[in-house]
C-alpha cells in the first residue's frame, strides 16, 4: 500500500495554502485548515495501519479459521475490509460529485457480499483488501480540498462531513486486524498508531454513541478525548466541567470503549462505566 503522503488542494480562495508544511499560518477563522491537517495525519496512520494487517496475515494459510469476531472467520473480517474500503470510497465520490451515494446498497447485500467473499481462496481476498485499501487512498489524496467539508451519510453514524471519512476507515482496520486473532492485537500498537486510533474515535464511536461525561486522557501519547454532553462538540470539549477521568494506555482506552478489553489496565476517579455496544 502506498507510503507517499498525499497532496490534498489547498482550500480555495484568496489566501489559500497547501496543507501539507502548511506551518503557522495553517489556522483559519472557521478551523477548516486544521480539519484538513488532521486528514493528512488521519491517513498516515492508515498507511500504517494497512501495513500492519499486510504483516499480520500475509504468511497464514487462515481464511477459515475462527476470529475474535464472534461468527466471522477470517475471511469474512478481510472481505468486510474489502467492502468496507470501497463503501466509504463511495462516501468520497459523493462528496465530490455532490451525486448522493450510499455506502451499500442496502444492509443485506452487505451481509450477503461479506458472506459470499468469506469463502474465496485465501490469496484471493488478501489481494482483494489490498486492492480496496490502495484504492480508498488514491481517492482519498485526490480529493480537493473543499470536497472533504460535504456532508455525507455514514452507516449508523448520521450526517457529517466527509473528514470524518478517513477516521471511520482507521478505526476499522485497527479494531478489526485485532479481532482476527491472529498476532498481537491492540496491546501490540505502537502509542503513535494507539493514540491516532483513540483521536479517531471522536469521528466514529465517540460521535455515534451516548455515553456519559468523560475525560479520556493517554497515558502514552498526548491524546485526550473529553465527552461532555452539554457542550457543542461532545467529543471535543472543554475538560474543566467533566468529573469522570479515565486514564491509561491509548490502546486500552480504545479496546475498553469497544468491548475489546475489560479495563483492567485503566484508572478512573470513580467505577467505570459499560460502553454501549461498538
Known sequence: MDSGTPDIAPLPGPGSRSVPG?????????????ALVRVVQQ???????DDRLRETVQDAAWAAQPTRALGWTVGHVLTHLARN????????????????????PSPESRDADVNIGATRPDQVI????????????????????????????????????ATVVPSHRLTEVLLHTHDLGIGRGLN???????????DAMRDTYLRTHALPDMVLQATD????????????????????????????PAWALAGWLTGRHDGAAL????????????
Open 22 to 34: 502548511a506551518g503557522s499560518d495553517s489556522h483559519s477563522a472557521d478551523g477548516s485548515n486544521d
Open 267 to 278: 484508572e478512573a476517579t470513580g467505577p467505570l462505566p459499560q460502553p454501549p455496544p461498538w
Open 85 to 104: 474500503a470501497d463503501g466509504l470510497r463511495n462516501l468520497l465520490l459523493w462528496a465530490r460529485s455532490g451525486v448522493e451515494l450510499s455506502m451499500y
Open 43 to 49: 491517513l498516515e496512520w492508515l498507511r500504517r495501519a
Open 221 to 248: 501519547s498526548d491524546v485526550t478525548v473529553v465527552v461532555d454532553n452539554d457542550a457543542a462538540g461532545a467529543a471535543d470539549a472543554p475538560e474543566a466541567e467533566v468529573a469522570l477521568r479515565i486514564s491509561g
Open 126 to 161: 488478501l489481494a482483494d483488501v489490498e486492492v480496496t485499501s490502495r484504492a480508498f487512498l488514491a481517492d482519498a489524496a485526490g480529493m480537493p480540498a473543499a470536497a472533504w467539508f460535504a456532508q455525507v451519510q455514514t452507516r449508523g453514524g448520521g450526517v457529517a462531513p
Open 188 to 198: 501490540g500498537l505502537d502509542p503513535e498508531l494507539a493514540g491516532g486510533l483513540l
